[in-house]
């Protein structure tokens, strides 16, 4: 896998008509503040990898997220036989989970009732399935694996030889980080987490992990990488504020139930 874990190569600047409307400018502010890396060319981007491994991989959310829709479009032109994995989960939640994630590294200072207002970018940002109709308009079905973030949580081992399997390596493979959580939401209220979350994004220590030999990427990653800390509980969603949440991704969580013929049966709407 690369290193950093997400190059966030093929997006490039947000394209903030192209996915659902955002009237927040701070919002519209904080997506323009997030510009992918293709601008550094091919060169940079196979520098990421180690070429002795015949199959190789990165996991960069930003690639399904709804304002970046030409993602789809440049890994198809780069890497056309690309296998792509798409991990889903409660549309509820992740709307949740993002705007605590957000909060915790400052980005986001505003209460639940207003920042989970169902047209936020927290909430749309959970808008999925146009993602996944694209990949396959591109690559075809069969190119595309469906895994939901609730499965692996549960079977961590079973859901990840589906996915080994289907990325054609040694689908036994297992490892004792397979039942490591990082980086948990709800317990990211320690100042230690946000002081670790601020130093991983300066742009020094970005150029040293990038710098730095193969083989030493991951120590640097891991000692800069935010722990869990105690949990915040000044980040509890009130009720109202999820009932609003499941009414307005209700229909998302049906159209990913069509396309997948899941049944998702442990989300919430």
């Not at 293709?38 to 060169?43: K, S």
């Not at 990421?48 to 990165?58: A, H, I, K, S």
């Not at 994995?85 to 909060?103: C, F, G, K, Q, T």
């Not at 595309?144 to 080994?164: K, P, S």
Request: glycine letters at 6%; proline letters at 8%; hydrophobic letters at 40%.
């Amino acid at each position: 896998m690369s290193q950093p874990k997400e190059p966030r190569f093929f997006a490039d600047r947000v394209e903030l008509d192209a996915g659902p409307p955002l009237s927040d400018p701070d919002e519209r502010r904080r997506l323009e503040g997030r510009p992918g890396q293709w601008r550094r060319g091919l060169a940079w981007y196979r520098s990421l990898f180690d070429p002795g491994f015949p199959v190789r991989g990165e996991s960069s959310t930003v690639y399904s997220s709804p304002w970046y829709p030409s993602c789809a479009e440049r890994i198809a032109a780069v890497v056309p036989e690309a296998k792509l994995v798409l991990a889903i989960r409660d549309p509820v939640e992740r709307a949740i989970s993002n705007y605590r994630y957000e909060r915790h590294r400052g980005a986001e200072r505003r209460p639940p009732e207003i920042a989970l207002d169902p047209s936020g970018l927290s909430a749309q940002g959970s808008r999925l399935s146009g993602a996944l109709e694209r990949y396959r308009a591109l690559f075809g079905e069969q190119a595309v694996l469906v895994i939901v973030a609730e499965d692996v949580l549960r079977d961590a081992a079973t859901e990840m030889r589906r996915v080994f399997e289907f990325a054609g390596v040694e689908p036994a493979f297992t490892s004792e980080d397979f039942s490591r959580r990082w980086n948990v939401t709800a317990g990211m209220g320690s100042r230690r987490w946000r002081w670790n979350a601020r130093i991983r994004e300066l742009p020094v220590v970005r150029e040293l992990r990038r710098r730095a030999p193969r083989a030493a990427r991951w120590a640097i990653e891991r000692l800069v990488l935010p722990r869990s800390g105690p949990p915040d509980a000044g980040l509890e969603v009130p009720a109202a504020v999820r009932a609003r949440l499941c009414e307005e991704l209700a229909d998302e969580a049906a159209r990913m139930r069509e396309l997948t013929g899941l049944a998702l049966e442990s989300w919430s709407v």
